[in-house]
């Protein structure tokens, strides 16, 4: 089955306890990418890569790392989280073609004390 | 000025009825336009895509763009309460194929279907 996997689904830390998301596409995808989602405020982009090894910020990186060292892997660090990261996170991959269809994964429910 | 603006609701239709959810986007350049729902607690899923000028219908679903007028509508046609869901509009602004990093998403509208 195509799916976007991603890891955990529940998250509760403490302020600057580094942690790490993981997502995970079993579609030969090159395009994936990191959102998060607050009330009030929509969707918005923390980080993106278009193929291995790059690359790009969205429009929320800051706080937030990844690393594309394989085309189905697109961890997300938060190496010293705060509360104000304190969010509902999707990870999403594209193959690209004429639609541009996102697939998401099911999300993780991060809270920060 | 927001890039994707759409009403965040609630609306609120009755069973049967056309839900009408409307969007508006600031980029004149913008390509492609797309109708994502969510359900409350869920990840958002595609539903409807549309590039050109005009109407698109799929099913119970149609899109409606208008460049011009920088505006896309989706009309839901005999409503279900299963339709019940926030429904996001996603801009972008490359062309059609170009890559979605170029995607902004709207805050989304929360649509309520009355049974």
């Known amino acids: 089955e195509a799916q976007v996997t991603q890891n955990p689904r529940y998250l509760i830390t403490v302020t600057g306890k580094k942690l790490t998301v993981t997502c995970s596409q079993n579609?030969?995808?090159?395009?994936m990418s990191w959102y998060r989602q607050d009330p009030g405020l929509g969707l918005r982009q923390i980080y993106y890569?278009?193929?291995?090894?790059?690359?790009d910020k969205g429009d929320v990186p800051e706080g937030y790392k990844v690393s594309r060292k394989e085309k189905r892997n697109f961890p997300l660090i938060l190496e010293s989280p705060s509360p104000n990261q304190t969010s509902l996170y999707f990870c999403?991959?594209?193959?690209?073609?004429?639609?541009?269809?996102?697939?998401f994964g099911s999300g993780t429910q991060l809270s920060v004390l | 000025q927001k890039e994707v603006e759409q009403n965040s609701g609630p609306l609120s239709v009755p069973e049967g009825a056309i839900a009408s959810l409307n969007c508006t986007y600031s980029?004149?350049?913008?390509?492609?336009f797309f109708w994502y729902r969510q359900y409350s607690g869920k990840s958002p899923e595609l539903i409807m895509f549309?590039?050109?000028?005009g109407d698109k219908e799929d099913g119970r679903f149609t899109a409606q763009l208008n460049k011009a007028s920088q505006y896309v509508s989706l009309l839901i046609r005999d409503s279900q309460p299963s339709d019940s869901a926030t429904y996001l509009c996603a801009v972008n602004k490359k062309w059609a194929g170009g890559g979605a990093d170029g995607l902004t998403f709207g805050k989304g509208t929360h649509l309520i279907i009355q049974p």
């Open positions: 980029d004149r350049g913008s390509q492609s």
């Open positions: 579609m030969n995808h090159e395009y």
């Open positions: 549309i590039y050109s000028n």
């Open positions: 999403a991959s594209c193959g690209g073609g004429a639609n541009e269809k996102l697939f």
């Open positions: 890569s278009m193929n291995v090894e790059v690359t």
